[in-house]
């Protein structure tokens, strides 16, 4: 059985590296969405209440639109867009090929993709360094 010490490290690199990966695909997700994404009007049909663990209460809202000669594509929102309900109308970006993914923050998601890396970078570095030394 391996040391405690040795298992910790393998935790942490395969964390950080993990999180690494994440990030860079996150943030490659969103750049593609900002590229070849379509602007388009969605409809808010709905709100979802969400209570986080301070006892604080977040709306989510859930959103509707047709894409052009397609099917309605309901989804929610990731971001807590707490001022929309219905039957506001709020402006994302989808992409023409998977509509389902869509967006109407310009750069929360690159955001998100790049902070998960920087955080995580640090620890795939300190985890691969412990190992080889």
């Given amino acids: 059985m391996p040391p405690k010490d040795l298992i910790g490290m393998w935790l942490v690199a395969v964390l950080g590296i993990t999180g690494c990966v994440l990030g860079v695909l996150w943030t490659w997700a969103e750049i593609g969405l900002r590229r070849r994404g379509v602007r388009i009007d969605a409809e808010v049909i709905g709100v979802r209440e969400h209570e986080d663990g301070d006892g604080d209460v977040h709306f989510y809202p859930i959103l509707c639109f047709t894409p052009p000669g397609g099917t309605p594509v309901r989804g929610e929102s990731y971001a807590r867009i707490n001022e929309y309900t219905p039957p506001d109308m709020i402006s994302v970006v989808y992409d023409p090929r998977r509509p389902?993914?869509?967006?109407?923050?310009?750069?929360?998601?690159?955001?998100?993709?790049?902070?998960?890396?920087?955080?995580?970078?640090?620890?795939?570095?300190?985890?691969?360094?412990?190992?080889?030394?």
Wanted: proline share 3%; glycine share 14%; hydrophobic share 60%.
């Fill in 100 to 133: 389902e993914m869509f967006s109407e923050d310009r750069v929360t998601g690159i955001v998100g993709g790049l902070l998960l890396l920087a955080l995580s970078a640090p620890a795939a570095g300190v985890g691969l360094w412990w190992l080889v030394h």
